[in-house]
């Protein structure tokens, strides 16, 4: 009878290269930008040498930093430091309670559908 390992990554964040959870698909898709771009500039007949020299420098810098937020927040705290930032800090109540809260007879008369005839409206009369 065969015997089959068992697989014990499954659950746990992707990791390549040292990048762990979604810095590997930030890396990816900072070096594909950064090959559109140079692609870009290729056709629009800039020097290729110059524009390798900023493919790599561009590459370079982006892996960097990179690597740096990898290793200051984790795998899951990018994720917490948006949510931390769209959080506000207090919220604002600029009305009273009473406004918020319908009256009694206002509340019955859409209930009802019929109109509660009030004291002003005899008196106009």
Same mark, same amino acid.
């Given at each position: ?19 762990? &959870? ?15 771009? &140079?692609? &870009?500039?290729?056709?629009? &007949? +800039?020097? $290729? ?7 790599? +420098? ?17 795998? #899951?705290?990018?994720?917490k ?9 207090? +919220? ?5 309670? #009473?406004?918020?809260?319908?009256p009694?007879?206002?509340l019955?008369n =859409?209930?009802?559908? =019929? $109109? ?10």
């Open positions: 009878m065969h015997r089959y390992p068992i697989y014990k990554r499954v659950g746990n964040p992707l990791q390549f290269a040292g990048f762990s &959870g979604p810095f590997v698909i930030y890396v990816a898709l900072y070096v594909f930008n950064a090959l559109l771009i &140079g692609l &870009g500039a290729y056709f629009l &007949g +800039i020097d $290729p040498l110059s524009i390798l020299i900023g493919f790599f +420098i561009a590459v370079f810098v982006a892996l960097y930093v990179l690597w740096r937020l990898n290793k200051k927040h984790g795998v #899951h705290g990018l994720g430091l948006r949510a931390r930032a769209k959080m506000p800090s207090y +919220i604002l109540s600029r009305g009273t309670v #009473h406004r918020y809260i319908q009694i007879d206002k019955a =859409k209930l009802i559908d =019929k $109109p509660i005839e009030y004291e002003e409206s005899k008196k106009e009369k």
